[in-house]
């Protein structure tokens, strides 16, 4: 039997009922056979577009490399999820040491878009009320607890609150990203590029592009609650 090595959402046995369970199951298949490394190329088969519509946030285990090939992500309207998360975020485990994660990356090729639609109302002032989650859900990228990652070469558009998002994050390299926020809807609050947390070191950060008001990079030394 051929070991499968370039494994994407695209394939047959991999199509779910949403594109997020179809991306889902090709990281979940990566990982088991070891190969730890999926491509989302632009074209999506089961929706025949090109684009991939992410109602729930792709959970990414340790080593896990997600090539972005061209691809335009975008959230659905009224989800409040990230499009890329750690796995072990938001659990009991991921708060410990031995939860940390280790080796994820995001690694754009080419025009790469991971973009949070339309708004969907959730902020900072009003989280935890009128049925909102943590705004840490708002983050297009959010790693908590993690080391030795990559996100490179992407373009945020339509930001929700912060493109990338880290918490107790270590030894990563954020590079060549450009943002964008909502043009019909100036002045929305909280709006950035970065977001540094407690817990973060050794961070190599290079080229941030933004041609809009949002701010750039945010530091917080005190600690937010991800729940």
Same mark, same amino acid.
């Given at each position: 039997?051929?070991?499968?090595?370039?494994?994407?959402?695209?394939?047959?046995?991999?199509?779910?009922?949403?594109?997020?369970?179809?991306?889902?199951?090709?990281?979940?298949?990566?990982?088991?056979?070891?190969?730890? @490394?999926?491509?989302?190329?632009?074209?999506?088969?089961?929706?025949?577009?090109?684009?991939?519509?992410?109602?729930?946030?792709?959970?990414?285990?340790?080593?896990?490399?997600?090539?972005?090939?061209?691809?335009?992500?975008?959230?659905?309207?009224?989800?409040?999820?990230?499009?890329?998360?750690?796995?072990?975020?938001?659990?009991?485990?991921?708060?410990?040491?031995?939860?940390?994660?280790?080796?994820?990356?995001?690694?754009?090729?080419?025009?790469?878009?991971?973009?949070?639609?339309?708004?969907?109302?959730?902020?900072?002032?009003?989280?935890?009320?009128?049925?909102?989650?943590?705004?840490?859900?708002?983050?297009?990228?959010?790693?908590?607890?993690?080391?030795?990652?990559?996100?490179?070469?992407?373009?945020?558009?339509?930001?929700?609150? @912060?493109?990338?998002?880290?918490?107790?994050?270590?030894?990563?390299?954020?590079?060549?990203?450009?943002?964008?926020?909502?043009?019909?809807?100036?002045?929305?609050?909280?709006?950035?590029?970065?977001?540094?947390?407690?817990?973060?070191?050794?961070?190599?950060?290079?080229?941030?592009?933004?041609?809009?008001?949002?701010?750039?990079?945010?530091?917080?030394?005190?600690?937010?609650?991800?729940?």
């Amino acid at each position: 039997e051929m070991i499968r090595l370039d494994i994407t959402p695209n394939d047959a046995d991999l199509i779910g009922k949403n594109d997020s369970q179809s991306i889902q199951n090709a990281v979940d298949l990566a990982a088991k056979l070891g190969v730890n @490394k999926i491509t989302i190329p632009r074209y999506n088969k089961r929706s025949d577009s090109m684009e991939w519509i992410i109602t729930e946030a792709i959970k990414l285990p340790s080593y896990m490399v997600v090539v972005l090939d061209n691809c335009h992500l975008t959230l659905s309207r009224g989800s409040s999820c990230n499009i890329f998360v750690n796995s072990a975020c938001f659990t009991q485990e991921g708060r410990t040491l031995d939860g940390e994660q280790i080796g994820i990356k995001l690694l754009g090729e080419g025009n790469v878009i991971l973009d949070g639609g339309e708004h969907n109302g959730l902020m900072e002032r009003n989280q935890h009320q009128f049925g909102f989650p943590s705004i840490w859900n708002n983050a297009l990228v959010l790693f908590h607890n993690v080391k030795d990652f990559v996100v490179e070469n992407i373009h945020f558009a339509h930001l929700r609150w @912060k493109a990338v998002a880290l918490m107790y994050a270590r030894h990563g390299r954020i590079q060549n990203l450009s943002f964008m926020e909502y043009e019909n809807q100036p002045g929305l609050p909280d709006l950035g590029c970065l977001y540094i947390c407690l817990g973060c070191n050794n961070l190599f950060i290079q080229d941030l592009n933004t041609k809009s008001s949002v701010s750039g990079i945010t530091l917080r030394a005190s600690q937010d609650d991800l729940t």
